[in-house]
């Protein structure tokens, strides 16, 4: 594919502004996540207007109830669906319409419903949408009443087939809902797309296409003006178009700009303009719509990997599960803002969506911090990976979920590559060709500016009939890392990524010796795995699954290799469900560099020595051993030219990286007192780190992720909960019971301590600490009152202030 060379707008309802005080009443977005009904449970009657919920429990959205449930081996969704409970429940919500809504067009967007979701407004049925993950509006004018008269919209939400994922789902209306009001006259849904023919540091050449649409009974005459401001709000391009459009139709509109000097969208500098569209009938304002635009391009070469806007880069990233630990499937945008932060701390450039359409606020949020992404749809086509899972609907569906998908994520200025699938078993079989071909040509005849990859795990090429297609533009490979440097010739002029990588498991806060012997899960077919008794595994860089390898055995090899783009790690957080390699009480995953709870692995250390320009010196395990014992040492480190560490002041002597080793490593016959680390460029101190034996635990440490929330009902604060001695070392096995109380303008809505086999629920108000640490996370409940939070164990109590933005 040559140079892409791209414009794109982020396309969100939820960020719709008005443009002065006569258009405010022009498109009316409303959140529409508050005051619904809930009953776990079928009721198929409550799908009946007159249908009395008076006493379904109330709450709102985005709501995931198999979060709030109970960890069980007899769950139907399995240990590998996170043992939580699924099965059906519904959802109602009453609300009222003003009387100058009527004669508009009015509309309901779901971001996504897990899954099987049925709707009806006023008793009318609207539709079904077995896919959990796609994005969609079903259009409610007909049905609506207005002034004193109520409405009352039901979705039904069946996940009750299981299993029917591969990991943790969640189950309910899981991310947000809005409500939008608009003129007959107006922009469509999913309705601008944005391209550029040419950029230079000159010039950007720009295509905007809207989507208008018609919705009265009479033909209409319209004028549009779209104008593109900086990020200063200035104006740099103007277009102006007049038309007419047929009743009851809708009509593509073509505005071209040119922007002077543009600034570019990049990882380091993600910058975003804005387009305005103004809709005009005559001299009368009827819908406004405002959308922000970043421009970029970006190339994959058979050759030399990957450029954006032609710089060479390593495309350094992750894969990343829709879950977000304790509040499970819930979109919260402040939760996913924290782990994509955490993300791109340790050096990460890209993420890639495992393995579904994601939550609109990942994308914007990756438009706003620069962050690629590979977008992903499906995670099988007509053949199952398990008993219920998509292909029972892959015939009817997967056309329109898949022209969904595209529509709704093409305008991002963060997505740069369409993915069709994940380890689809139609590789193997002829009828690959057929479908590949098929999917290739439905992305393609709405956007031709990515290219369009699908993750693959067989690299015979005369094997993999996914790749005989020929109508892949990247082709993207899981695993198999040591393959990789035959490609070019196994795969001649094809341009290659590591789409999926590692596998290595890992428990925070844990290690086993000696720390370089490499072990793989399973050792053979059907072996068992040689773990612990506790469920845990070495943080040691030191265990992977049999298909994958090591963190740094991955990383050695995709940077030694111009020719691969680059990597995607398996993966950046650990995630519910797929608690491989152990059973039941195990619950979630071990592959994270981060754990579940949001608290850096080691390892994390290393990526952040090899992908950041920041000083790094990191040293461990902790320093409380027995006696005698000889305790594995390592220090990942970056920006100098040894490190020498010190036991109680005594030198052990100084050490640095050898050929392409990434990290250094002293065998220290244990003493307690201190270890300290230092690392030297030039002779000159860079870094300095000490780990101190730590006595019995005496008391807590409470840091919270910010200061302030808003009472928005909403907001988010993260408070790490630390177990310490009295000279504040932090206490590496600690375990002690912790309960917290929260009062004025918060509630707790999640504890977690990352544990990979924690059974105690996550929307309790009390946890065990887990070598040391957990998290509390406390949501804003609309309250204007400071947030208190009291932390209580056997070896005392603290609080902790929260104060409250009513801004």
């Known amino acids: 594919m040559k140079h892409i060379k791209i414009i794109y707008i982020l396309l969100i309802t939820i960020f719709f502004v008005g443009c002065g005080a006569e258009e405010n009443n022009v498109r009316i977005v409303k959140d529409f996540n508050f005051d619904w009904k809930f009953n776990l449970g079928d009721v198929p009657e409550a799908k009946v207007t007159s249908f009395n919920d008076e006493n379904w429990r109330t709450l709102n959205l985005p709501h995931d109830w198999s979060v709030e449930g109970e960890f069980s081996i007899d769950n139907p969704a399995k240990p590998e669906g996170g043992a939580l409970p699924t099965g059906i429940a519904w959802y109602r919500k009453t609300f009222t319409l003003p009387i100058e809504y009527d004669n508009k067009s009015i509309s309901i967007e779901f971001d996504g419903i897990y899954r099987k979701s049925e709707v009806w407004i006023n008793g009318q049925y609207l539709g079904i949408r077995p896919n959990g993950y796609v994005s969609f509006a079903y259009d409610l004018t007909d049905y609506l009443k207005y002034g004193d008269k109520e409405n009352v919209i039901t979705v039904k939400v069946d996940n009750s087939e299981q299993p029917n994922s591969r990991w943790y789902s969640g189950s309910g209306i899981y991310r947000n809902v809005r409500l ?392 950046g957080f650990d995630y519910l469900g797929e608690p491989i390699p152990y059973p039941y009480p195990a619950r979630s995953s071990y592959f994270g560099i981060v754990d579940l709870a949001g608290l850096p692995k080691d390892v994390y250390y290393m990526y952040q020595s090899e992908w950041t320009k920041k000083d790094v010196l990191h040293v461990f395990p902790h320093w409380n051993w027995e006696e005698g014992q000889e305790v594995d040492v390592w220090a990942y480190y970056n920006n100098a030219d040894e490190v020498e560490l010190f036991l109680n002041g005594k030198s052990l002597g100084s050490k640095s990286k050898q050929n392409d080793d990434l990290h250094i490593i002293w065998r220290v016959k244990y003493e307690p007192g201190t270890i300290k680390a230092i690392s030297r460029k030039d002779g000159k101190v860079v870094l300095e780190k000490e780990i101190h034996t730590a006595g019995t635990p005496s008391k807590i440490e409470l840091i919270a992720n910010k200061e302030s929330i808003k009472n928005n009902h909403y907001d988010l604060v993260y408070v790490m909960v630390n177990i310490k001695d009295a000279d504040g070392n932090l206490v590496p096995k600690a375990n002690n019971s912790l309960d917290f109380e929260v009062t004025g303008g918060g509630s707790i809505v999640g504890v977690d301590n990352g544990y990979q086999a924690n059974l105690s629920s996550f929307k309790a108000s009390k946890i065990k600490a887990f070598n040391g640490k957990c998290v509390v996370i406390i949501q804003s409940n609309g309250k204007s009152e400071t947030i208190r939070l009291k932390a209580s164990s056997n070896i005392g109590n603290t609080e902790k202030l929260i104060k409250i933005k009513t801004d």
């Open 180 to 571: 939008v009001v608009a003129e007959k006259l107006h922009i469509a849904h999913w309705g601008t797309y944005v391209t550029t023919p040419e950029i230079s540091k000159e010039k950007a050449l720009v295509n905007f296409e809207i989507t208008l649409q018609n919705d009265a009974n009479l033909d209409k005459k319209y004028k549009v003006v779209s104008s593109i401001v900086n990020n200063e709000e200035f104006e740099v391009a103007q277009a102006t178009s007049e038309e007419s459009i047929n009743k009851n139709s809708v009509k593509k509109q073509i505005q071209n700009f040119e922007i002077l000097n543009p600034n570019l969208w990049d990882t380091k500098n993600p910058y975003l303009y804005k387009i305005k569209t103004k809709v005009f009938e005559g001299s009368k304002l009827v819908d406004n719509y405002t959308t922000p635009l970043g421009i970029r391009y970006f190339n994959f070469d058979a050759k030399n990997g990957f450029s954006l806007n032609d710089v060479p880069m390593k495309i350094h990233g992750v894969c990343l599960h829709h879950d977000n630990g304790a509040l499970g499937a819930v979109a919260n945008y402040e939760a996913i803002k924290r782990k994509l932060t955490i993300m791109k701390d340790m050096g990460v450039n890209a993420i890639r969506v495992s393995h579904n359409p994601s939550s609109l606020e990942l994308l914007q949020l990756c438009d706003e911090m620069g962050l690629i992404v590979q977008v992903e749809a499906f995670d099988s086509w007509k053949k199952r990976k398990v008993k219920y899972d998509y292909n029972l609907y892959w015939d009817e569906w997967h056309k329109k979920d898949l022209e969904d998908f595209v529509k709704r994520d093409r305008n991002f200025p963060s997505v740069m590559m369409w993915s069709i699938g994940n380890e689809i078993r139609e590789q193997f079989d002829s009828t690959g060709v057929a479908i590949t071909k098929e999917l290739v040509s439905i992305v393609k005849s709405l956007d031709k500016t990515r290219p369009v990859t699908c993750a693959l795990t067989e690299n015979i090429p005369e094997k993999n009939f996914i790749y005989q297609s020929g109508a892949l533009d990247l082709l993207g490979f899981n695993y198999k890392h040591k393959d990789f440097y035959d490609f070019p010739e196994k795969f001649k002029g094809e341009k290659i990524l590591a789409s999926e990588s590692v596998s290595a498991i890992e428990t925070r806060g844990h290690y086993d010796m000696p720390s370089d012997t490499i072990k793989r899960w399973p050792p053979a077919h059907n072996a068992p795995f040689d773990g612990n008794d506790d469920y845990t595994a070495s943080a040691y860089d030191q265990i992977s699954a049999y298909w994958g390898a090591t963190h740094e055995e991955n990383w050695k090899t995709v940077k030694s290799l111009n020719f691969i783009a680059g990597t995607f790690i398996w993966t």
